[in-house]
Nanobody, 125 residues
Framework: QVQLVESGGGLVQTGGSLRLSCAAS????????LGWFRHSPGTEREHVAT????????YYANPVKDRFTISRDNAKNTLYLQLNSLKPEDAAVYYC??????????????????WGQGTQVTISS
């Protein structure tokens, strides 16, 4: 059974930084693309970033381009999201997710079938 456990969320000031981690188990980690999504009250869950299985290709949502960086360590079965220059609108619960199939990259929520419990990011002004 796939298990994804996020950590690293917290309270940070506008303009600050955080690094989120997602520890994965129950899957052949190095064969899966992985994604980060976020959800804030009153909005739909939205895609943030995706990284392919070997880390060579990344995809970012426009609101986070040039501020967030997705990365992975296949030796540690861990996915990361570095959040820089944080804005109030970045406040949300951040989720890591894995798709149904190996070697398949997507930015669509519907393609991701395994989800972590989320980690809260709060931004103070």
């Amino acid at each position: 059974q796939v298990q994804l456990v996020e950590s690293g969320g917290g309270l940070v000031q506008t303009g600050g930084s955080l690094r989120l981690s997602c520890a994965a188990s129950g899957l052949d980690f190095s064969s899966y693309s992985l994604g980060w999504f976020r959800h804030s009250p009153g909005t739909e869950r939205e895609h943030v970033a995706t990284i392919n299985w070997n880390g060579h290709n990344t995809y970012y949502a426009n609101p986070v381009k040039d501020r967030f960086t997705i990365s992975r360590d296949n030796a540690k079965n861990t996915l990361y999201l570095q959040l820089n220059s944080l804005k109030p609108e970045d406040a949300a619960v951040y989720y890591c997710a894995a798709p149904r199939s190996t070697f398949y990259s997507s930015i669509r929520e519907i393609d991701f079938t395994s989800w972590g419990q989320g980690t809260q990011v709060t931004i103070s002004s």
